[in-house]
């Protein structure tokens, strides 16, 4: 049973038009949410940790939210250069250590 | 460059194989993760050190392991190769033991054929 699921799998946005992506979780005891970009061929890059319902965090054109069960990433006029897997991952407190658990991903496609 | 650095960064072998990755974490940085990232799987822990020592374990098969060397470079050794084992195998690195602050390395596309 997944633990974090993200939809959609794949979205295609027209330059400047804004989405969000999701990411629900199932987990309990969760020690923070975390949101990060990965382009093809390399590992995923950091971008937020929101760790209590209610949190916000803002990078440029990306919001992320975070509610009990779902964390949100909304893009705002998105560029051409924002076409990444965004790639989300939760640490709760039933998993061993540090270890993070992630969901399959959004591809996001900005289309100029 | 993240400043986690693995190699090799592609390695094509035969079914029954043994391999070795090789990772060398951020300066400063004595925690590493191991990642396995495959189509279907989507990313998945398999093994965090700590300043030489095992920290914790998640889904590794009894076929790999892992240490980390006095100098804090990790290997990752995956033997009896399976095509199954195909993937992209990514190192992280952090400052502390444990934390969230992950840095990912590039990764090592494997490919058993």
């Known amino acids: 049973e997944d633990q974090v699921t993200q939809s959609p799998e794949a979205l295609r946005l027209q330059e400047g038009e804004s989405s969000s992506l999701n990411c629900s979780y199932t987990v309990s005891g969760l020690r923070g949410l975390f949101w990060y970009r990965q382009d093809p061929g390399k590992g995923p890059e950091f971008l937020f940790t929101?760790?209590?319902a209610g949190e916000e965090k803002e990078k440029e054109r990306l919001k992320a939210t975070l509610t009990k069960k779902e964390s949100f990433l909304h893009i705002t006029a998105p560029k051409p250069e924002d076409s990444a897997t965004y790639l989300c991952?939760?640490?709760?407190?039933?998993?061993?250590?540090?270890?993070?658990?992630f969901g399959k991903g959004t591809k996001l496609s900005v289309i100029p | 460059d993240s400043g986690v650095t693995q190699t090799p960064k592609h390695l094509i072998t035969a079914t029954g194989q043994r391999v070795t990755l090789r990772c060398s974490p951020r300066?400063?940085?004595?925690?590493v993760y191991w990642y396995q990232q495959s189509l279907d799987q989507g990313l998945q822990f398999l093994i965090q050190y700590y300043n030489g020592e095992e920290r914790a374990k998640g889904n590794i098969l009894e076929r790999f392991s892992a240490q980390q060397f006095p100098d804090l470079h990790s290997e990752l050794n995956l033997s009896s190769l399976e095509l199954g084992d195909s993937a992209l195998y990514f190192c992280a690195s952090s400052e502390r033991d444990g934390g969230y602050g992950y840095t990912f390395g590039s990764g090592t596309r494997l490919t058993v054929v």
């Open positions: 300066s400063g940085d004595l925690s």
């Open positions: 929101l760790y209590s």
């Open positions: 991952a939760v640490a709760y407190s039933g998993a061993g250590s540090y270890q993070l658990t």
